[in-house]
């Protein structure tokens, strides 16, 4: 076989089971998810088919217990997994890191009784989640959210606006962050609502620059009862459970990032091979060779980096920083390869014949969702030098 | 009583690789991948939607192959199978439809069964006659080519379209049916599919556990040989019309001179 142009991703996996589960989930990226991207993510479709697929596959409980469901499986695996479908999709890897978001709390948080009632469906394969915590007035600055939960006998009430929700609309459940107390991160509690609970509605999903095909909207709660067995944690914790979720979140981005800039670089590596100028393919012009040269070498130090991440999650230490770390550098890789990829493609790759424009496009999200990559460098800055204005 | 099912299925090198044929004109395992046969992936999945409508059902796999093609086993065995035959043997080396399907036939009577389950052909050989053979040496009856099946009441049941009609057939068990690519497609194994599928029994056999002589089978005891082979010539250059105004009558006048139209 040739050794050169676009190759599978050679990984490194701890099990032969993870082996396995990555041969799994490339053969339905390549014969499931990628022959239809361009034209769905086009028409702004989203594939929910898709998501019932990879869930009966096993694809959407993948770093949960076993016991409830899940998978079982490490972060350094699921992660890996996560960048395969990511590659093929973004709104099918963004998806999945959505749903394992949202189902977070609850395997974190939630009492013995919670995870038994709810965590089978949720990670079942049949249910896809969603995360609620931005809202119009509070994105990057989150602890001030002002969505409602009131105390009404053994329910609550919640009321207010959630902003830029993924699946909002589609979801079966909603992993919902509201102000059940005072001002301030430590006044807000975590809720598990249905999709179908009375008073939540959905507005039309934003019209998005790219990931057309993953649903973003706003969700409406306009008096929506939920008993106080589907509140997550203490009242008064669910700011600390959001970030908890989030440290994890980012590493999902990232991932789906070095998914989407790998895959570009596949494309471009293919085409430069091809296309021929001056009698000559392209790929022999040493000043696109270098290029090529440096979007590898960063989609490689990302996924190393994603991966080093995962791996001090996985054996239980502190990752938060370089969860921080990993979703900015991967992030801000995948906007460049994908930049250079259509530079690579010429004329060609600014056209919607070729997926490079795709992958640009895609890439942009990723720098701005799961926290801003400003917010990201300020995380990192606080575990340099600590928190600001100590005086 | 449990219903028995057995499914041949057949580890092929991968058609999308760079498949050749080693000195001896076999196929040469060595240089491709090899997989489940895709068109057994369809006699597969009949089995599995036979057994799920039955009370109690149980499905053996069965491969003669070399050692990788416990992975075609372990394939059907992760979609949902329960137990798995592999007959493997040195001797068993280039043997051909007669042999092959002598050795499915011996080891379908050693693992017990009710009806066998066979793709229409194989992605590779595609003689398409292993079945009829093997129901042959079984004696037992044979419904071929069927794009539905259904067992109940000690009967399988099913369609067959052909160009002229479409058949509703049927056969009294214990039979063997081979099914074609238009039954319905194939599920996917599931993670958990693939785990629980490591757990299963795979039960390895040899030529003396059959009690069939080595002579029977293998490149000495085929029935036919290959003689030559020679890779197919690169299919050449297509002629390019560029359109400047004449463009739908070339096309035409093209199509016309090569009796297409
Ligand atoms: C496609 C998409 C999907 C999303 N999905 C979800 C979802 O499922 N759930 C959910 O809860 N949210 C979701 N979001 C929201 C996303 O997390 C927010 O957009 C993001 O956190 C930024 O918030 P904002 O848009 O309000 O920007 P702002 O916070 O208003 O930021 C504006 C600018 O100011 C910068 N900035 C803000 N504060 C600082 C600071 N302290 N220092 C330096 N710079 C700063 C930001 O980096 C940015 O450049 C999604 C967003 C998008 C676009
Ligand atoms: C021209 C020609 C060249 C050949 N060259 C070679 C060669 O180079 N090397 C070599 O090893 N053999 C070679 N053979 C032998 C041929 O591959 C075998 O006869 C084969 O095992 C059975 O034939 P088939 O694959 O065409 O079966 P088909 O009749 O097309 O298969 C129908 C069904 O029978 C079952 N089945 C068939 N084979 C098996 C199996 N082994 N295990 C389990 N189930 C099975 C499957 O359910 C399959 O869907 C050649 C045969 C021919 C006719």
Sequence with gaps: ?391 | MSLRIVVAVKYVPDATGDRHFADDLTTDRDAVDGLLSELDEYAVEQALQIAEAADDAEITVLTVGPADAKDALRKALSMGADKAVHVEDDALHGTDVMGTSLVLAKAIEHAGFDLVVTGMASTDGTAGVVPALLAERLGIPQVTLLSEVAVSGGKVTGRRDGDAASEQVEASLPALVSVTDQSGEARYPSFKGIMAAKKKPVEALDLSDLGIDAADVGLAGAWTAVQEAAARPARSAGTIVKDEGEGGKQLAAFLAEHKFI
């Design chain 1, 1 to 391: 076989m040739q050794s050169y142009g676009p190759q599978p991703v050679s990984r490194q996996l701890p099990t032969e089971e993870a082996r396995d589960l990555l041969a799994l989930t490339r053969d339905l990226a390549q014969r499931e998810i990628a022959p239809g991207a361009a034209a769905e993510e086009e028409a702004g479709r989203f594939p929910r088919e898709t998501f019932t697929l990879i869930g009966e596959a096993g694809l959407l409980g993948l770093p949960y217990p076993e016991e409830y469901g899940g998978g079982g499986q490490p972060y350094e695996v699921y992660l890996q997994v996560l960048e395969e479908l990511a590659a093929a999709r973004l709104t099918v890897g963004l998806g999945v890191s959505v749903h394992t978001l949202a189902c977070h709390a609850v395997a974190h948080y939630g009492s013995k009784e919670q995870r038994a009632e709810h965590l089978p469906g949720m990670l079942g394969g049949t249910q896809l989640g969603a995360y609620c915590l931005s809202e119009p007035t509070s994105g990057s600055d989150a602890a001030a959210l002002r969505t409602r939960a009131a105390r009404d006998g053994d329910d609550w009430t919640i009321d207010g606006t959630k902003a830029w929700i993924t699946h909002g609309g589609a979801a079966d459940f909603y992993t919902v962050l509201a102000r059940s107390g005072g001002e301030g991160a430590h006044g807000i509690s975590a809720y598990l609502v249905p999709g179908d609970a009375p008073g939540l509605s959905a507005a039309p999903p934003e019209r998005k620059m790219g990931l057309k095909g993953s649903p973003t909207a706003q969700v409406h709660f306009d008096g929506v009862r939920v008993p106080d067995t589907r509140r997550i944690g203490e009242p008064g914790q669910g700011f600390a459970i959001a970030l908890g979720a989030l440290d994890s979140g980012r590493l999902g981005i990232a991932a789906c990032a070095t998914g989407v800039a790998q895959a570009a670089l596949d494309a471009a590596l293919g085409y430069v091979l091809e296309r021929r100028q001056f009698d000559r393919p392209v790929a022999d012009f040493q000043g696109l060779r270098f290029m090529l040269a440096d979007m590898a070498t960063r989609i490689e130090a990302g996924r190393a980096l994603y991966l080093a991440a995962a791996r001090l999650r996985d054996s239980g230490q502190p990752f938060s920083a370089r969860a921080a770390m990993a979703k900015l550098f991967c992030t801000d890789t995948a906007m460049q390869v994908t930049t250079d990829a259509v530079q690579l493609l010429g004329g060609y790759g600014y056209t919607a014949d070729f997926p490079v424009e795709r992958y640009m496009r895609e890439a942009k999200v990723l720098q701005i969702v799961e926290g801003t990559n400003q917010i990201q460098r300020m995380v990192v800055a606080r575990h340099l030098a600590g928190p600001e204005s100590r005086g």
